[in-house]
């Protein structure tokens, strides 16, 4: 997963969406304790570093050495270069001992992981029975009828390029296995809706598209996603003057749970 973004880490860094505090306080509400988070896939930090206002200590685990290049330093915060095949063993003395994690995060990089190994690493460090899993995924951009229209041209258009793992963000997490108990005041375990929204012009609204790992991987492949015609849609569609900017809106989906009794 990690060769997807090496190309384009700064273009990710600066023009994915950011969470909202209200996504934070919604989960940090649901662990009794507030001592240590993992952030997992924490690439740029993004997550880490809410999370970092809510929680004594937080460590962000990225098998991009790129990715992690961007995260901002924080006190409370500790960044780990994982390999992606580290062993149990390797969790533990890398990141956190057993029954010591509050919570674990996974914020857009859920669908890469390989969930039944990942679920036997959370199991064995989150903190028995309050531990939390929380994973969420932001779907594609709203701006306006005429530019959306644009976009799902283009999208479904490049539907080869992505990763199969990609489904489950179309899916918005509902379909995923996810083997953990609601949490404390909850009939269920998501999705739980929240959105986002960034100021774009149209060249930041195009930047986000070259962080695609799509568009990397049609690009290594020769092709342009955005080639002229298409570009000049987005123009037309954007209202003719690229610099105005607009209010694009990401919708989030969120599954989260508890550790499952035994």
């Not at 409370?76 to 003395?93: E, F, K, S, W």
């Not at 939390?132 to 041209?153: H, I, K």
């Not at 060249?203 to 799509?214: E, K, N, R």
């Not at 492949?221 to 003719?240: M, P, Q, R, S």
Request: glycine share 6%; charged share 20%.
């Amino acid at each position: 997963m990690a060769n997807l973004f090496l190309k384009q880490a700064k273009q990710y860094v600066a023009t994915r969406p950011s969470y909202p505090p209200e996504l934070f306080d919604f989960i940090a509400s649901k662990t009794p304790r507030r001592d240590l988070a993992w952030d997992v896939g924490t690439g740029n930090g993004q997550a880490a570093a809410s999370l970092a206002k809510l929680y004594k200590a937080v460590v962000g685990t990225d098998t991009s050495a790129q990715q992690l290049a961007y995260a901002s330093p924080l006190p409370n915060v500790r960044y780990v270069h994982t390999p992606a095949d580290l062993p149990l063993a390797g969790i533990h003395a890398a990141v956190a001992a057993p029954a010591t994690v509050d919570l674990i995060t996974v914020a857009q990089a859920f669908h890469w992981l390989d969930l039944p190994r990942f679920y036997g690493q959370a199991r064995s460090v989150l903190r028995p029975p309050q531990g939390v899993l929380a994973a969420w995924c932001y779907t594609e951009p709203r701006v306006g009828a005429a530019v959306d229209a644009v976009f799902w041209r283009l999208y479904h258009g490049s539907e080869r390029y992505w990763a199969p793992n990609r489904r489950m963000v179309d899916d918005e997490y509902r379909s995923a296995d996810f083997p953990f108990d609601p949490v404390d005041g909850e009939a269920h375990t998501g999705p739980f809706e929240f959105s986002t929204e960034r100021r774009m012009d149209l060249g930041d609204y195009l930047m986000y598209i070259t962080s695609w790992s799509a568009y990397q991987t049609a690009k290594d492949e020769g092709v342009e996603l955005l080639d002229k015609a298409t570009v000049h849609e987005f123009e037309a569609a954007w209202g003719g003057d690229g610099t105005e900017v607009k209010t694009v809106t990401y919708p989030i989906f969120l599954r989260i749970g508890k550790v499952r009794a035994e």
